[in-house]
């Protein structure tokens, strides 16, 4: 088993929560990965698929994909358009609602 943390917009490994779960992971002998992707400057779609090729090889089905922010939306698209089978995604999206008075 290996889990994938991916940061979304604006953020980095080093950001939020992902040095903790990170951290808590590898106590369990998880092998984790959490790739760096261009942001803001140079945040394509193209720029981030290329960031995380050399990471394909070890996506199987037994790996997790923990997405944050953006990282939802790269996991979907990862999975469409390499056809990817995976054990779980795990997707955290922060939502901001604004009503009017």
């Known amino acids: 088993m ?13 950001g ?12 369990l002998g998880i092998e984790v990965f959490v790739p760096r992707f261009p942001t803001p400057k140079g945040q394509t779609l193209d720029n ?3 960031t ?3 990471y394909q090889k070890y996506v199987n089905e037994e ?3 923990v ?7 790269f996991i979907f698209r990862i ?3 390499w056809n ?16 009017p008075n």
């Not at 290996?2 to 917009?9: Q, S, Y």
């Not at 939020?16 to 106590?27: G, I, S, T, V, Y």
């Open 63 to 65: 790996s997790v994909l």
């Open 52 to 54: 995380f090729e050399p």
């Open 48 to 50: 981030w698929l290329k």
């Open 79 to 81: 999975l469409e358009q």
């Open 2 to 14: 290996n889990v994938f943390i991916f940061h979304g917009t604006m953020g980095s490994p080093e």
């Open 67 to 73: 997405g944050h922010s953006m990282g939802p939306g």
């Open 84 to 99: 990817i089978r995976i054990k779980a995604a795990i997707l955290a999206v922060t939502m901001i609602l604004i009503f």
């Open 16 to 27: 939020n929560w992902f040095p903790w779960l990170e951290r808590e992971l590898k106590k």
